[in-house]
């Protein structure tokens, strides 16, 4: 356990140095993971586990698209890939990977399989933090962890294929065994983290949905689209309006951030640039600061994962995702985008060969 001093608070991180693959593997010998749920965190999670050699299993619905994806994904039938009660009961360590709200409904059949000594293990802190909400109380005799990906599944599988890895938080809820810590750490390394740093169930899951609600999904939508109105409203055009709002950062900006931090991402700017980010960020942050304190009030009030729950346990929810989805899909900023992105010179196609 590595100790890393962060901007001058000391936390603990898990390095992949410290707890390599092969003890990862080690630790896991003896276990069945069972996926439960391959939507899009399992199947990052299950085949960045099948290539690091761990014997994990899928348990999905038959009849689902989802099935069909484990197969021709590579689990097989009867050996790997099973019903989900089958999993269940093969599962020494249950990989609860359904969707949040979808772990409401099939919690009394899990909860069945968790015998003394077994694992629950999650993505997420949702389900044990709103208990009263969700109805999942482990018994007290298993291993209850959690390693959330800080990051999309699909990156997940993306990087581990690369040789990299996105890195992840680990908490324990119930160790019961003596073995959650090398369990949850090795479940770590095994789905494919870079590192990992620790948290909580609570500090999980408030975190993740104020992040998913604001800078990573909600706000940047919004600054997006108010950005490019009042462009668009001033006679810019499409292309010009997504080009400064979104088309520079995501190329060219936002990689130097990645590699640098802020500061050098401005520093290679121009001095015109630079003076003026610099005179107007803070009235941005006391603009959005009191929006980001009323969503943390509604993530830690449960307001938010009721709402979540109420939405995504409707028998259509997907089809009003999806709707919603679209109506951002065929939003001018995100058709212009489209056009943008079919420009750069990657999405050119070959050049013809030039006959000799
Ligand atoms: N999507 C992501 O990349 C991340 C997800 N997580 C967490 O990982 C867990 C899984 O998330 P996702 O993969 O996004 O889930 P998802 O929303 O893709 O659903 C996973 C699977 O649940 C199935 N499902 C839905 N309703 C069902 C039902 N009633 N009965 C049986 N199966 C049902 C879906 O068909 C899907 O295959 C969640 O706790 C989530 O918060 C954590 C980090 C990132
Ligand atoms: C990808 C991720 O970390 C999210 C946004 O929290 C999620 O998908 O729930
Ligand atoms: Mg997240
Ligand atoms: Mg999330």
Redesign the pocket.
């Known amino acids: 356990m590595a100790q890393l001093n962060f901007g001058g608070s000391v936390e603990n991180v898990v390095t992949r140095d410290e707890f390599p693959l092969s003890k990862a593997q080690e630790v896991l010998k003896n276990e069945t993971v069972a996926i439960i ?6 199947p990052g999670q299950a085949l960045n586990q099948k290539d690091n050699g761990i014997n994990v299993i899928v348990g ?2 038959k009849s ?1 698209k ?1 099935w069909d994806k484990a197969v021709a994904d590579g689990f097989v039938p009867g050996e790997t890939l099973f019903e ?1 009660e089958e999993a269940l009961e093969r599962g020494t360590i249950i990989c ?8 409401i ?2 919690w009394p059949t899990v909860k069945k399989h968790l015998t003394p000594g077994k694992a629950l293990y ?3 802190g ?2 044990i933090t709103f208990n009263e909400q969700t109805g999942i109380v482990p018994p007290a005799d298993v291993d209850v962890f959690l390693v ?2 800080k ?4 990156s ?1 599988r993306r990087m581990f294929l690369q040789g990299r890895g996105l890195n992840s938080s680990y908490a324990i809820f119930q160790d019961a065994t003596g073995k959650a810590y090398d369990r949850v750490v090795a479940l770590g390394i095994a789905v494919g983290s870079g590192y990992l740093f620790e948290t909580d169930f609570k500090k999980e899951v408030y975190s ?1 949905l104020t992040g998913e609600r604001g800078t990573l999904m909600g706000c940047i939508q919004g600054i997006f689209a108010a950005q490019y109105d009042v462009l668009r409203t001033n006679g810019h055009s499409p292309s010009e309006a997504f080009n400064e709002t979104v088309e520079e950062l995501t190329q060219s900006l936002m990689p130097l951030v990645a590699e640098n931090g802020m500061d050098w991402m401005y520093a290679n700017c121009s001095t015109t640039a630079q003076r003026g980010a610099l005179d107007w960020w803070k009235k941005f942050r006391d603009a959005t600061k009191p929006v980001f304190e009323e969503l943390y009030n509604s993530v830690a009030t449960g307001k938010e994962s009721q709402r979540s729950i109420d939405s995504n346990s409707q028998p259509d929810y997907r089809e009003k995702l999806d709707a919603e989805l679209a109506e951002l899909r065929e939003s001018e900023l995100w058709r212009a985008g489209k056009t943008v992105r079919s420009l750069r010179p990657e999405n050119q196609p070959a050049e013809k060969e030039i006959e000799a």
């Open positions: 749920g391959y939507g899009v965190q399992g999905q619905r689902s989802t989900i609860y990977l359904l969707s949040d709200a979808a772990q409904e099939l999650f993505s997420h949702f389900g959330a990906p990051g999309s599944g699909t997940l993740d």
